[in-house]
């Protein structure tokens, strides 16, 4: 069965995902000639759209999404273009393109407004998308979040050059992956498990085996980031969320983003409040699920008892 309405038509088709609760797979959504991959999670509650990081995808929430189903939200967890189970092709990544898709894909899910939660770079999305849509957001809950400030790690700024392309290509062949998962191996005989040589970790860097995705990464980051750092803040604009009730979370050993950052938000937005994760670094959700989703249903006023595991 098929349907479509200004340039965006959905499949029924589905591919299955690992997910900790019995959840719908993966919906297929074309827009404009772009595939968008998508899990929703009904609830009573108000609307969230989980938006990911550069590199990562809607599985990254995974953790999180039980305890916010069991509490009532309800629950749209996405792979941004380029990334996941959504389509590669050429094309505009920018933060402005990315905020439109996720418009069109509140649009076909029937959503006139919606919680957005962003990670890193969904973080940045997210606020592009309340600058271009803001009668459409309910509040923003910006979980170690780019774009307010220059700071990032020197891997990433080295990303930009030219040339990655190679670096990238032979970080996801099939021998570096083999080896790595060989040492993992062996250190784990150990009781030594690096967060680099884990299980998810090992999977991502495999997807650089992959030229599409490889071009979609860069052109991802390249879009945000630079040789001297982040390129796009969203500083000028965030006294437009003055008003506005904003979450921040942040790992308080985040390497990637400092922590200053979100200190930087909190000063600025009078409704907002931030919550520091004591040993997390730039994943807080996936440091501490649990405490996560008992942040994120506090904030949206929701009640509820959730057990931490």
């Not at 108000?46 to 990081?53: E, Q, R």
């Not at 849509?133 to 780019?146: A, C, E, K, M, Y």
């Not at 879009?223 to 921040?248: H, K, T, Y």
């Not at 409040?273 to 249903?297: C, I, N, Q, T, Y």
Request: with cysteine; glycine share 12%.
């Amino acid at each position: 069965m098929h349907s479509s309405t200004g340039g965006i038509s959905m499949a029924a088709t589905a591919t299955a995902g690992p997910h900790p609760i019995d959840a719908p797979a993966r919906q297929h959504l074309s827009i404009h000639g772009r595939s968008i991959a998508y899990c929703e999670y009904p609830g009573s509650g108000p609307v969230l759209l989980m938006i990911h990081g550069v590199g990562s995808n809607a599985d990254c929430w995974n953790e999180v999404i039980p305890a916010l189903v069991e509490g009532g939200a309800h629950v749209v967890a996405v792979d941004l273009p380029g990334h996941g189970q959504s389509g590669k092709v050429r094309g505009d990544y920018s933060l402005g393109a990315m905020a439109n898709a996720l418009r069109d894909l509140l649009d076909h899910l029937g959503h006139d407004r919606a919680v957005l939660v962003g990670h890193s770079l969904g973080g940045g999305i997210a606020m592009q998308f309340y600058y271009q849509f803001p009668t459409r957001v309910d509040g923003l809950v910006l979980v170690s979040s780019g774009g307010l400030g220059e700071e990032t790690r020197p891997w990433l700024r080295a990303a930009t050059l030219p040339g990655t392309e190679v670096v990238l290509s032979a970080i996801g062949s099939r021998a570096t992956i083999s080896s790595a998962s060989w040492v993992s191996r062996r250190l784990s005989t150990f009781g030594v498990k690096p967060r680099i040589l884990a299980d998810d970790a090992l999977t991502r860097l495999r997807e650089f085996g992959d030229r599409d995705y490889r071009n979609a990464f860069l052109a991802t980051l390249r879009s945000v980031v630079d040789i001297s750092g982040q390129r796009v803040s969203a500083l000028g604009q965030l006294s437009l969320a003055r008003e506005l009730p904003v979450l921040l979370i942040w790992g308080q050993d985040d390497p990637t983003i400092p922590l200053e950052h979100g200190h930087n938000a909190n000063r600025i937005l009078p409704k907002a409040r931030l919550v520091v994760f004591e040993g997390a670094g730039h994943e807080p959700h996936m440091h501490d699920p649990g405490r996560f989703a008992k942040s994120l249903l506090r904030y949206l006023k929701l009640d509820v008892a959730i057990p931490v595991t």
